[in-house]
Nanobody, 125 residues
């Protein structure tokens, strides 16, 4: 399984970015997908996920109303649309996938099997 994340960059506060994560060796039709981020000196934290069981996508409270996760099954790709970016959103963003993760474990990075390489998002004030 390979996950290829892209779309990061440098943006001013209030700007937007769209991250993409393309999968090979795994189908997002059947697997859960997630986005996590890690800032320097901090733990990896949950940002968003699309459930394996019902296909619905969720975001964490700190980004609700600003970030949206979606997926394109035909392209086997998931996206994280990030609007109204803030300096505190600066981090390396990782996509994750798992064929067996249960919904109650989506928010915990230790339960995810597959990871992309990470893409840097930097928001300047």
């Amino acid at each position: 399984v390979q996950l290829q994340a892209s779309g990061g960059g440098l943006v001013q506060a209030g700007g937007s970015l769209r991250l993409s994560c393309a999968a090979s060796g795994l189908s997002f039709r059947r697997a859960a997908a997630g986005w996590f981020r890690q800032a320097p000196g901090k733990e990896r934290e949950f940002v968003a996920a699309c459930s394996r069981s019902n296909g619905r996508c969720y975001v964490t409270d700190s980004v609700k109303g600003r970030f949206t996760m979606s997926r394109d099954n035909a392209k086997n790709t998931v996206y994280l649309q990030m609007n109204s970016l803030k300096p505190e959103d600066t981090a390396v963003y990782y996509c994750a996938a798992d064929n067996a993760i249960i919904s109650s474990s989506l928010g915990d990075y230790v339960h995810w099997d597959y990871w992309g390489q990470g893409t840097q998002v930097t928001v300047s004030s």
